[in-house]
């Protein structure tokens, strides 16, 4: 009960092979939703490759994870700090600033769609450069920023209401991983674009040198990220779905959290921890550089 199986959503094969587990997290101070105690297994498609959650939560689960109203307000982080993403409001804000910087670099303004906006740092960030609007499924969380100065349409995507072709740029951030269906979603964030119009994706890099080394202990892993990509498997789905990958970043060293030489030394230590089979010892990883990755591709068709 709370889980499903699914084929893989890049090619519709049923045969995977299992890496490892991730585990619920039994913490009293998580929102209700969030807590358990099961192992969830995190495989990899032997067709093509893509690496995913199966059994994963199923639609009742995932309905009362981004209903639950303490999701933004109260959560533990991978080190079992309790966190309020709603009082960090200035500091995510502001760590979206680098990305505003490189969205102006590829387009300077237009109508803009950002999908799965949440309290809308993004949009805060963007100011009146374009055009924008968020849309956002987390009834509670719309709830809280209506006070704000910017518009957040309730919805859950691929569900919409707006035309065919409205928009010069479509954003995701940090969303495309959580969503059931992704070649679904970017299918659909296609048919919002214009010709020629730009799709901004961040989010985890399954395939940067920190997933590598630990594995389980890759610190970006949660239960509620339902896909992990890398750059192979985001390419793949943006030509299914009728864009051209113009270009990959990985912003580690422009970010507020970027400590190199600290986060280098502890991750060269880790892994001789790990293969020494000493890894009841390692916490979970540090950021580092390649644990996120910014991608934009342009609608080719």
């Known amino acids: 009960m709370g889980f499903e199986r699914v084929a893989c959503n890049g090619c519709g094969s049923s045969a995977h092979r299992h890496l490892f587990d991730i585990q619920e997290s039994p913490d009293e101070r ?5 807590r358990g105690n099961a192992s969830i297994p995190v495989v990899r498609c032997e067709r093509c490759g893509l690496v995913f959650l ?3 939560y199923d639609e009742e689960r995932i309905v009362a994870l981004y209903q639950d109203p303490q999701m933004f307000v109260g959560t533990i982080d991978p080190e079992g700090r309790s966190r309020s993403i709603m009082a960090e409001r200035a500091m995510r804000v502001a760590r979206f600033a680098d990305d505003v910087k490189a969205l102006h670099r590829r387009r300077s303004g237009g109508r803009l769609l950002d999908i799965g906006c949440g309290l809308g740092f993004f949009l805060e960030a963007l100011g009146s450069r374009y ?8 009834a509670p969380v719309v709830e809280m920023t209506r006070a704000l100065p910017f518009t957040i349409v309730e919805h859950r995507f691929p569900h919409h209401p707006f035309k065919a072709g409205e928009f010069d740029v479509v954003t995701f951030h940090n969303v495309l991983d959580h969503l059931p269906d992704p070649l679904g979603a ?5 048919d919002l674009l214009r010709p020629g119009g730009l799709l901004m994706l961040t989010g ?6 920190v997933a590598r080394v ?9 239960p509620n990220h339902l896909y992990y990509f890398d750059p192979q498997s985001l390419k793949h789905y943006a ?13 580690y060293f422009r970010s507020d959290v970027a400590d190199p030489l600290r986060h280098g030394a502890r991750i060269i230590a880790d892994w001789w921890r790990l293969r020494s089979g000493r890894a009841p010892q390692v916490a979970p990883s540090p950021p580092f550089y390649g644990n996120v990755m910014r991608a934009f591709a342009v609608r080719a068709n």
């Open 186 to 190: 970017l299918r659909t964030a296609h």
């Open 204 to 209: 985890v890099n399954f395939g940067g040198v």
């Open 239 to 251: 030509d299914r779905t009728g864009f051209r990958l113009l270009g990959l970043e990985y912003p």
């Open 214 to 222: 630990y594995g389980s202990r890759f610190r970006l892993l949660s």
């Open 54 to 56: 199966n059994p994963r």
């Open 30 to 34: 998580q929102p209700p939703a969030w």
């Open 131 to 138: 055009d924008a609007v968020g849309l956002e499924w987390s």
